[in-house]
């Protein structure tokens, strides 16, 4: 993956739990440091429902059951050779045991999941799973917006546009891996479902860069395709089983199972 934040230091990954204070102070100080802060606006990020509030009332995503309910991307994939960014706007109904938002993580890939009580972006780095976690846990029936960042040097996670102390400094190279991405879940090593999502999930964005970085972040969070974007899903066709990437390369999604919101519904 290409660099993206010019960081002078290196340092250990961080603690895998985040409960080593003095490594989370480290990596906040990256994060923040003058090269970084210009690009990352100090460490806060807008979040998606306050650019894009109009737009709310005319789609609800879908509900995921948490038994068999999920997405595949069929020719979705990341070989970790730039940054990435993954964004969505969740909702769970379940807190109390592990489930994927999306990913396409098992023994490799990358994801953002619920794992403990807490949000979690995760990738595989150096023979092993790095994560950002966030800092406080996960209130079921509470919307927030996620956002996970993986480029050369940090793994990071935004809540509500809120930049989480508890992130990684990467080593080692990316393994990619060699299953589509889900949308509720992630792969087994069959290639099938599991560690399925419980709530509602809407607004999927992944692009090939760290977003995080841009300046004009409410106006690159709307549903209009940009040249970066690798998959773009509004979620809001309110009926059939394809979901329609609006990004350059139509990566198209399989709805299995997975109920279509009513606009109506709250």
Known sequence: MNPSLSLSETSLPIAEH??????RRTFLSRVTSQAAKAALGVGLVPALHSSVEAEEKEQRGL?????????????????????????????????????????NQHNA???????????????????????????????????????????????????????QSRGSIVSGKHKPSPYSFMIGADPDRGGLPQ??????????RLSGIARDQLKQWKKQTSHKPESYDLLLLRLSEGEGDVVHDSSLFHHHGIVRGATWRKKDEK
């Open 18 to 23: 985040g409960s080593d204070t003095m490594h």
């Open 63 to 103: 509900v995921f059951d948490g038994e068999d309910d999920y997405i595949v991307i069929p020719r979705l994939h990341f070989n970790g050779a730039h940054a990435l960014s993954m964004q969505v706007r969740v909702t769970p109904s379940d807190v109390t045991r592990e489930q994927t938002i999306i990913g």
């Open 109 to 163: 890939g990358v994801g953002i999941r619920l794992a403990d009580g807490y949000w979690e972006a995760i990738c595989h780095m150096g023979g092993q799973f790095l994560r950002a976690r966030s800092d406080t846990k996960v209130e079921a029936d509470r919307t927030v917006e996620l956002l996970a960042v993986f480029d050369a040097q940090l793994i990071r996670l935004y809540v509500d546009g809120v930049l």
């Open 195 to 204: 560690n399925l999502f419980a709530g509602n999930i809407e607004n999927v």
